[in-house]
C-alpha cells in the first residue's frame, strides 16, 4: 500500500510539473507571436518601456507608435490597482494614429512594489502624478497637448485632473465614468433588488434588505451587494470572462510572471487603501462640474458597475463649453474597450480624433 500511495504520488508531482512546464511553453509561444504582431519597424516609430519618477514613486510607462509624431493618447486604467498594459495589445491598431501611453500607475501591475515600503494612496496622488506625467510626456515626446482616455476609477481622478488643468490636453474621454460612488451604489442596489423581487429570489431579497441601502459602512456590507449585482448583470449581459482576462495578460510580451503575480496583489492593496475616500469623499457632480476641452463619454448600454444612468447624469450636468458628446456601446458592459474593440477604436480616431484636429485647425485659421 506504500509503496503505490508513493508511485501515485510520484505520478501528481510529475503531471503537475508537466502542466507547468507546458504552460510556460504555451506562454512562452504566445507572447512571442503577439510581439511579432506589435513589432513596430518604422524608422519613424517608438517602443519603449520606460520607468520614471512620480510623486517620488517608480512607475512604469509604456509608449508605443508606428509615428513617434502622431498625438500622444494617455491611458488611465480603473480599479483602483488593476492596470491595463497587460490587456493593451488588444486595441493595438491605435497605434498607427496616436502614440499610446499605457500607464501602470501607483500600486498597480509593475509599479507595485512587492517588497519594501507601499506607497502613499490618495486621490489627491493620482491627480498630481497624472499632471506630473503628462507635462513629461509632453517634453519627452514634444507634444503640446495630450489625449486622455481614461476607464473607471481612471475616469474619476482624470476628470478631476482635467478640471484643474485644462491647459494640458486636447480632449477627455471616458469610459465607465465614476462620478459619485453614493449614487452610484444606490443606482446599483435598487437593481440588485428590483431583479430579485421580479424572480422572486427570497434569499437575495431577503440579503438585501438586511443590510439596507447604501451608504455602507463596512466592506463586508458592500460585498453582499455586489455578490447580487454581479448575479443579475451577468444574467442581463454577459461581460469579460475570466479566461479573457487571462488569455490576453499571458498573450502580453511586456508582462513578466511576477508582473502576472503583482496585479492580484496590486488590486486587493489599491482598493483597500482608497475605497473610503473613492466611496465617501469624491463627487464629480462638484469637483469637476466643468471641463473646459472637448468631452467624449463612451457609455456601455448595460454597465452596472460605474452604471450607465449616474454616467449620463453627470454627463447632462456636466459644463463642457467646447462640447461633449455620449456615445453608447449598446452590446458592452464596463468594459467597451474590450468588449466592443472595433467600435472603441473607431470612434476614437474617425470621431475625437478627426473632429479636434478639424476644430484646432478652424481655431488656428
Known amino acids: 500500500m506504500k509503496k503505490l500511495l508513493k508511485y501515485f504520488g510520484a505520478g501528481v ?29 518604422s524608422a519613424e516609430g517608438i517602443h519603449a518601456l520606460e520607468k520614471i519618477q512620480l510623486g517620488g514613486l517608480e512607475q512604469w510607462v509604456p509608449i508605443r507608435g508606428q509615428d513617434s509624431r502622431k498625438p500622444v493618447m494617455l491611458y488611465l486604467h480603473g480599479g483602483p490597482g488593476f492596470p491595463e498594459m497587460p490587456f493593451s495589445h488588444l486595441n493595438a491598431a491605435l497605434e498607427r494614429d496616436f502614440v499610446v501611453v499605457h500607464w501602470d500607475q501607483r500600486g498597480a501591475g509593475k509599479s507595485y512594489p512587492i517588497l519594501g515600503a507601499k506607497p502613499v494612496m490618495n486621490v489627491e496622488q493620482f491627480v498630481s502624478d ?28 482624470g476628470a478631476l485632473t482635467v478640471a484643474r488643468y485644462p491647459e494640458l490636453f486636447e480632449a477627455y474621454v471616458s469610459l465607465g465614468q465614476v462620478a459619485g460612488l453614493p449614487q452610484i451604489q444606490e443606482v446599483r442596489y435598487d437593481f440588485a433588488l428590483h431583479s430579485a423581487e421580479q424572480e422572486r429570489n427570497t434569499k437575495a431579497v431577503a440579503e438585501l434588505e438586511k443590510i439596507g441601502r447604501p451608504p455602507h459602512q463596512n466592506f463586508d456590507t458592500c460585498r453582499i451587494m ?45 482598493f483597500a487603501q482608497l475605497w473610503r475616500e473613492l466611496f465617501y469623499q469624491t463627487n464629480l457632480f462638484d469637483q469637476a462640474s466643468k471641463l473646459d476641452v472637448p468631452v467624449y463619454f463612451f457609455v456601455g448600454r448595460h454597465d452596472h458597475v460605474a452604471t450607465a444612468r449616474v454616467a449620463e447624469q453627470y454627463f447632462r450636468a456636466l459644463d463642457a463649453p467646447r462640447g461633449k458628446q455620449l456615445i453608447w456601446f449598446e452590446d458592452s458592459g464596463h468594459w467597451p474597450q474590450l468588449e466592443e474593440a472595433q467600435k472603441y477604436r473607431d470612434t476614437l480616431v474617425n470621431r475625437v480624433l478627426k473632429e479636434t484636429r478639424e476644430s484646432s485647425s478652424g481655431l488656428n485659421r
Request: with cysteine.
Open 13 to 41: 508531482v510529475t503531471v503537475l510539473l508537466m502542466a507547468v512546464t507546458a504552460t510556460g511553453i504555451l506562454r512562452f509561444y504566445w507572447q512571442r507571436q503577439t510581439a511579432a504582431r506589435l513589432r513596430i519597424s
Open 130 to 157: 497624472t499632471r506630473d506625467l503628462s507635462l513629461w510626456l509632453r517634453q519627452r515626446l514634444g507634444a503640446k497637448k495630450i489625449y486622455l482616455v481614461a476607464h473607471s476609477w481612471g475616469s474619476m481622478f
Open 226 to 270: 455586489e455578490k447580487w449585482v454581479d448575479y443579475y448583470a451577468a444574467r442581463e449581459h454577459r461581460g469579460v470572462s475570466r479566461g479573457k482576462w487571462v488569455g490576453l495578460a499571458f498573450r502580453s510580451p511586456d508582462y513578466s510572471w511576477l508582473d502576472c503575480v503583482r496585479i492580484p496583489l496590486g488590486f486587493t492593496f489599491s
